[in-house]
């Protein structure tokens, strides 16, 4: 289930997204009655919005669902292709707004109001749930959105590869690029970091032992180890070595699997299928250090459920979603675990995922356990893509990091006064 956190969007769709939740709040009472009616207990029909998640029967299962709830109608929009949020964000400015969507922690919604306080929904259950995400959704001391699955990132590699090149698992961005070329052959590349490289940004940043923002809202990424990891970056780009331009982007396996790289940077959710293609001949590893003050990395990514607080059916959408992703274990276990793998939010639910409890999975749990990040719901959406354009203009472009740093800092800067004053 390529559950795609919000760093790992084309420029195009960050863009988007960014003018959209920008427009949330000076057009907030746009928001209103959908008009929608029928079936259900309650006489109200609700609409949920999701994202064509890759893997079979992912669809099938969320519609499933809905049909099992017997408090509304609930019609699902299963939204296709590269477009999710620029469909969502101007729908939720119409009267055709869903009541229930899916997407990540973003400030800028809980500040225009867009979604709905679901404190009194989690607080029953708050223990169950791993602190980190709770503490992701979470804005003076209320709570926002329910999180369904969280997806650790991680590089895959073959290791009877390794074993014939003679190298061992990287620890430090040096050695991945060392291990890089030695794996390179003339029809395997050494690594594929996706299409645009923006899926490993967070984890270069805080594999120098950085931070996007600190606790205090303020920019943290701007360090001397963010640039020696982006000028690392650029070796490792122009070297050759480097699997640019796959058919398939990073969250898709398709380049592992059918041999044209020995490493892949993706996502858990990719773990049934590379173990399908490859059997035992598997292995997963963090974003390794950079730098001397820094320490290896995985991204923990995922998707939550929101309600859409500017509809007219609020208190039936609360109903619901408590339905689904607090009452029906059986569902979200369900969702964690037969799509793809994926990390229950749930500790009683993830303890008794044996799928998860040995191998490559056990592995991965480990890995995201002692390595993992969860990304600040402060930022945004533009801030994103000014990082986006940190990796283009630095790593793809050649640009002086620090220079390239300097005209983020000024993105950032001004979505941060807007944002925190």
Known sequence: MSALSNSNWDRRSVLRAAAGLAALGPLAACGG????????????????????????GTEQAIKKYAKAYDGANVTTQWITGNNFEQKLFPALLTDNAPDVFEFHPQFQLIKSGQVADL???????????NPADIASHTVDGKIYGI????DPQFFYYRPSLFEKAKVEVPQTLEELIEVAAKLTTSKVKGAFLGNDLTSVQNPLIWSAGADTLDDKNQIAYHTDGVAEGLKLLRKLFTSGDLLLDAPA???????????????????????PVIQKALGDDVGVFPFPKVGNSGKQSVLISGWSMFVNAKGKNVDAAKEYVKWLWIDQKKYQEDWALSYGFHIPPRNSIAQNATKLKSGLPAEGVKLATDFGHFEKIGWTQAMIAGFNDVMANAVRKNGNPDAVLDACDKTVDRELKKLFG
């Not at 929608?36 to 029909?45: A, P, V």
């Not at 982007?249 to 773990?271: C, E, K, N, R, V």
């Open 119 to 129: 404190t009194d929904l989690i607080d029953p259950v708050k223990d169950d749930f």
């Open 33 to 56: 009655n959908t008009g929608r009616e029928g079936g259900g207990s309650s006489g109200k029909g609700l609409v949920q919005y999701f994202h064509a998640y890759g893997e079979a």
């Open 147 to 150: 999180r369904m699955i969280d």
């Open 249 to 271: 982007d990073f969250w898709d396996p398709s380049a592992f699997t059918q041999g044209l790289t020995a490493i892949q940077w993706s996502g858990m959710w990719a773990m």
